[in-house]
Every structure is written in structure tokens, then in C-alpha cells.
């Protein structure tokens, strides 16, 4: 996924996945077949969002590419002033600062 918090939440994610197989390893009967599953649960619902996500991303390109100058500039601030985190302001900036490079 592109966006830093869509990142953080598969790492966030995979650590629960990583601590339910732990507590599985050192389980046994019922309870280690429930951590199971629910291992199996959050893979399953993880795959699903991850691809909604990129599915949304993808539209979104597409809505940008036939969007005219003007209207891909405030859409643009609008996505900076929706950012909650200054992580993810400067992955933006850093973003920023590459296309500036690419374009002179």
C-alpha cells in the first residue's frame, strides 16, 4: 500500500498475527485451534482491506488523470490538510520535493 497509514496499520496487523502464533505455539488443545483461527481471520480480513485499499488508490489515479490542473491542485490540499500525523506530512513533503526535482 502507498499511504504511510495504511503501512502502520499492516505492520500493527502482522505484530498481532506474530503475537497470536506466539501464544499459539505455546498453547494447546481448544485454545491454540481458536488462536488458529483467529490467525487465519485476520489474514483473511488483512488481504481484504489491503485490496480495497489499492482498489480505492487505483480510482483515485484515475479521477486525478482526467482532472483538470486546478481542480488535481486543491484536491491535493485537501489531502494534506486531511494527514493526522507528522510522519505522514513529510512522507508527503518528501514526495513533494521529488516531484519538484522531476519536473525542472
Known amino acids: ?6 503501512s502502520g496499520v499492516k505492520d500493527q496487523v502482522q505484530k ?3 503475537d497470536l502464533r506466539s501464544a499459539g505455539e505455546k498453547a494447546t488443545g481448544d485454545v491454540r485451534s481458536s488462536i488458529d483461527s483467529a490467525v487465519a481471520r485476520l489474514r ?13 488508490v487505483s480510482t483515485w ?3 486525478l488523470d482526467k482532472a483538470t490542473e486546478d481542480v488535481r491542485k486543491e484536491l ?3 489531502a494534506v490538510r486531511a494527514q493526522s500525523s507528522v510522519e505522514a506530512l513529510d ?3 518528501k514526495e513533494l520535493d521529488e516531484r519538484r526535482k522531476s519536473l525542472k
Open 1 to 6: 500500500m502507498e499511504a504511510s497509514d495504511s
Open 16 to 18: 498481532a498475527i506474530d
Open 44 to 56: 483473511d480480513v488483512s488481504g481484504d482491506a489491503s485490496s480495497k485499499a489499492q482498489d480505492q
Open 61 to 63: 489515479r484515475d479521477t
Open 76 to 78: 491535493g490540499k485537501l
Open 91 to 93: 512522507e508527503i513533503a
